[in-house]
């Protein structure tokens, strides 16, 4: 699977306190095309951070600028996911 993210979304991406092994390691093995962040890895990590992303957007871990960045990742990789998101 592939990602391809703005700058913006990259970076609260990167702002997340200890993400799992896994989404770490996707995230600094990224590459930047044509000024835009694209991840690749399997379904599995991808809804890692999913999950990920959900507690923080939950738990209040992130700043509301964050939150909104995060939310549009979510989208991305899974439109479906966006009934599941805790707010």
């Known amino acids: 699977m592939k990602l391809i993210l703005t700058s913006r979304q990259y970076n609260a991406l990167c702002d997340i306190y200890g993400p799992p092994e896994n989404v770490h390691y996707m995230l600094m093995t990224s590459t930047l095309e044509n000024s ?8 599995e990590v991808f ?3 999913l999950e990920t992303n959900n507690k923080e957007i939950a ?5 509301a600028k964050n939150a909104q960045l995060l939310f549009a990742v979510c989208k991305k990789i899974d439109p479906a996911s966006l009934n599941w998101i805790c707010f």
């Open 36 to 43: 835009k962040w694209v991840l690749e890895d399997n379904q």
């Open 47 to 49: 809804s890692e951070l």
């Open 59 to 63: 738990e209040g871990f992130c700043s």
